[in-house]
């Protein structure tokens, strides 16, 4: 995650209008996780045009969804009158997805894909491609499988692609608190999305999956920034190979 002397830095920026577009959106995401998660926190007290607009309403997301249940009902009636085949009830989990999925903001290096088709919208990949940092020129491959209780439950995300980094393993899990722990459903698939753009902009070698290149990152950022570098372009590191991803 960002330092507090980061925080301070990107807001000092966007203050006066010298931040970057990759900086504004490391600084929005962060405050957008920081404040779904402790909500009394001291970052409340940043200046008001610095912070994101606010997370959902509950409320709102609730008339939202019957919103869209009655819409769904409607042309349910419909094909039924007219002697088509039933349309399929969405579930509510279905229902908050269809709205995060119509509402993504991504970065022009992150695309997302259906490779089951759009009627099969709880089974998504996110493609990122990081612009700057260790990981520069890489694209990493993310699955995400929702479950029909979302947003009460956190959607199960691994990354398909083999990368060297202290919060991924070789398996593909992911270690991101908002996964886990900290998962509330106020955060939506934007933020998830953001918080893996996140540990490539900052990996953390403090809450480690892969402790080797945690130690390495710790104790020798150029050695463990040759290691991504040899990783990305196709090669071992120690003994584990890497397939290309540059």
């Known amino acids: 995650m960002l330092l507090r002397s980061e925080i301070g830095l990107y807001v000092a920026k966007i203050g006066d209008r010298s931040a970057s577009a990759t900086e504004i959106r490391l600084l929005w995401s962060y405050i957008h996780l ?3 998660c402790h909500p009394f926190s001291s970052l409340l ?8 607009e606010p997370l959902v309403d509950p409320s709102w997301d609730r008339s939202m969804i019957k919103l869209f249940k009655i819409k769904d009902q409607k042309r349910e009636d419909a094909a039924n009158s007219s002697g088509r085949a039933p349309v399929k009830k969405q579930s509510a989990g279905e229902l908050r997805l269809h ?3 119509s509402e993504l903001n991504l970065p022009k290096s992150t695309v997302i894909s259906f490779p089951n088709g759009k009627d099969d919208l709880m089974n998504f990949e996110i493609s990122i491609r990081p612009d700057e940092g260790y990981y520069q020129g890489g694209t990493f491959v993310f699955t995400f499988q929702v479950s029909p ?3 009460h439950e956190p959607p199960k995300v691994k990354c398909k692609t083999k990368v060297y980094h202290p919060n991924i393993d070789l ?5 991101l608190n908002i996964l886990r722990e900290d998962w509330k459903p106020v955060l939506n698939i934007n933020t998830v999305i953001y918080g893996l753009i996140l540990l490539f902009m900052q990996p953390n070698d403090e809450d480690p999956l892969n402790h080797d ?3 390495v990152l710790r104790d020798n950022p150029r050695l463990f920034e040759t ?4 990783a990305m372009a196709g090669g071992y590191v120690g003994q584990i190979y890497f397939p290309r991803c540059i």
């Open 45 to 52: 007290s940043f200046p008001r045009r610095c912070l994101p």
């Open 227 to 230: 290691n991504v570098r040899r």
């Open 149 to 151: 209780s979302y947003p």
């Open 34 to 36: 920081h404040l779904a």
């Open 171 to 175: 398996e593909g899990n992911v270690c």
């Open 99 to 101: 709205k995060d999925i």
């Open 213 to 215: 290149a945690a130690a």
